[in-house]
């Protein structure tokens, strides 16, 4: 698919924003000015950047056949795509994520963007019964699951072989923020040290929780065991799923209450045929039935996470089997082309599956 790319930042292109609205304005007054004044209304000035951005996508939208607009995220670019529906009548959609949910979207602005929207969707179960229940009860209806999709031509299968390694590797990918339940993996990690298990452990990724897992990891003596490799390119990451015993996500719902819907990371490692332990948050149990095709623990239980771990550190044909299982899964109901099916059947004909 080939399509023009327009930025809508205010910041970067108020140059471009600022006459496209005094255009609007010009043209049709009473419109702009009501929906101006509805927006207003609703959220306050905060929003008048993301009104005057709007006001210039409804003009780039007038010079092409456009019949729907998408947005990803109930942040700036769902209040975006709302007040381009007020301003031009585009029928509008968006999909919500975890935490633009959860904690960056006021709920009443969420509650209006999901009751303008003709649909809206999610990427999990979890999250649809929280907005169809908690935000909007009348947008029940419109509120559809798609789960995002993996490309599976980006991640062959593998299955783990620890005998090539020196020692059982535990891998874990992602940001180091208090989401992904790193804290709880390095204190599994010290009770694993003690029962005299070997090990290493390998993290990838960056964040503001580095220095603090670092620090945590030297306090628990667990230095010579935890290497921090920070942020690395996709291809590094597809060599360590490979290398990987066992991928370990110990997701947890932060103090702010923000949560993973279902990381992609998760989905990676099943792809790759790397065996995973996960917790029993949000959307995870959808994408990994424990003892089936993955583990899952309670969150914030390090000493059942390092069971899990134990177990499949010590169990090369249980990690085999969960790995098969994974990789089936991924295949039958999280490759990109099937939720690619979903939107498209979605767009065409409504929310009705």
Known sequence: MRASVNYLSFRRH?????????????????????????????FR??????????????????????????????????LVAMFAHW???????????ARDIYVDQKPRILRAEMKFADAVVTVSEYNRRYLSTEICPS????????YNGLDLRDFSFQLPRASQLELPMILSVGRLIEKKGLVDLLLACELLRRRGRPFQVEIIGTGPWEDLLKAQAKRLGLTANVKFL???????????????TVFALPCIISGRGDRDGIPTVLM??????????????????????????????????????????????NAPELRENLARAARAKMEARFSIEESARELRALFENGVSP
């Open 87 to 97: 301003l031009s009548g585009i029928r509008y959609s968006f999909t919500a994520h």
């Open 45 to 78: 000035w905060g929003a008048l950047k993301h009104f005057l951005e709007a006001a210039y996508l409804t003009e780039l939208l007038r010079q092409e056949p456009v019949v729907r607009l998408h947005a990803h995220f109930a942040t700036a670019p769902g």
């Open 14 to 42: 108020w140059r471009s924003i600022i006459p496209a609205n005094y255009r609007l304005a010009r043209q049709q007054p009473q419109l702009y000015f009501g929906c101006l004044g509805r927006a207003a209304g609703y």
């Open 268 to 313: 990676e490692a099943m792809a790759s045929g790397t065996p995973v332990v996960s917790t029993s948050i949000s959307g995870i149990p959808e994408l990994i039935e424990s003892g089936r095709d993955g583990l899952l623990v309670p969150p914030n239980n390090a000493s059942l996470l390092a069971d899990a771990l134990d177990q499949l550190l």
């Open 230 to 244: 920070g942020a690395q390119p996709q291809e590094v990451v597809r060599g360590a799923f490979h290398r990987a």
């Open 139 to 146: 947008a029940n209806g419109k509120v559809r699951c798609i």
